[in-house]
Structure formats: C-alpha cells, structure tokens
C-alpha cells in the first residue's frame, strides 16, 4: 500500500515536470509585420473580424495553427486567429514594469531614459541579463527581466 502511494506521488512529480520544462520550450512568439492587422473570430476568412490591432511589431503569442491561420493571445489575454501573412518572426518584446534604459549592459552605465511599462521595445541583441533595444527615441540597455515577448540571448 505504502509502496504503491509512493509511485503514484513520483508518477505525479515527474509528469509535472515534464508538463513544465515543455510548456516554456514550446512558446512561440511572433510579431505583427503590419501596422493593420484583423484578428479572426475562427481560421478562415469567411470568420467575422473579432477586433484589429494597429501596432507594427507587436509581439504576440502563438498558441494554436490551422493551416495558412494562427491562434494567438497577447499580452492582455485577447485571442483569435490572423493569416500568417500578416506575422514575421518576433523581434519585439512589451516592458511589464516601468524599467531604466542604460548606455551600456550595466547597471552602474549612464541613464539614457526611464522606459514605462507597457512600451513597445524593438529588441536588437541580447546577452546575459541585458538586452539592447530601441524605442522611437531611444537606443539602449535593459535587464531582461520584466519583459514580455522572446527574448533569444547571443552565445
């Protein structure tokens, strides 16, 4: 009995950890290639239009695909589907919280400007804790952290 408890506890524990080391492997995050985008009701373009976004760069996330059509959700947890045409790859992240842009990736380098959450950043590299970004005024550093949208460190 006390056997059969403990394989049931370690069957629990290791599908747990497996849900959760694939669940963050496999977020897909893209960007929206154009400044007018409509998001689908279902995969098709016979759905009605749910909503449009008008954010070039907007960084989204995929959760599903059907054919020439992907399910995504942003940041604010609205969903529906777009035409993969209207999608590139993510070069885009949103700052969850109000964060400094540096000069340099330190946390000693000069100020350049406070970056208030919910901006849209276009990220450039990233290595370590720090990504260089720019916004329509500014070209700088920020730690990682805080941030939502794929962040892919350079080796």
Not at 55 to 81: A, H, T, V, Y
């Amino acid at each position: 009995m006390i056997l059969k408890k403990k394989i049931k506890e370690i069957s629990i524990l290791l599908c747990l950890l497996f849900y959760c080391s694939i669940s963050s492997a496999d977020e897909i995050f893209v960007s929206l290639k154009k400044s007018k985008v409509n998001v689908r009701y279902g995969p098709s373009f016979d759905s009605d239009v749910k909503y449009v976004y008008k954010k070039i760069d907007l960084p989204i996330k995929q959760i599903d695909k059907k054919e020439n059509f992907r399910r995504i959700i942003d940041l604010k947890n609205n969903s529906g589907w777009i035409h993969v045409s209207q999608l590139k790859k993510s070069n885009s992240v949103i700052a969850t919280k109000d964060k400094v842009l540096f000069k340099k990736p330190s946390s000693f380098a000069k100020p350049i400007a406070m970056i208030k959450k919910g901006r849209l950043l276009i990220v450039q590299k990233c290595e370590k804790n720090w990504c260089e970004v720019e916004t329509d005024d500014f070209n700088g550093w920020i730690k990682n952290d805080d941030l939502w949208g794929l962040i892919k460190i350079s080796r």
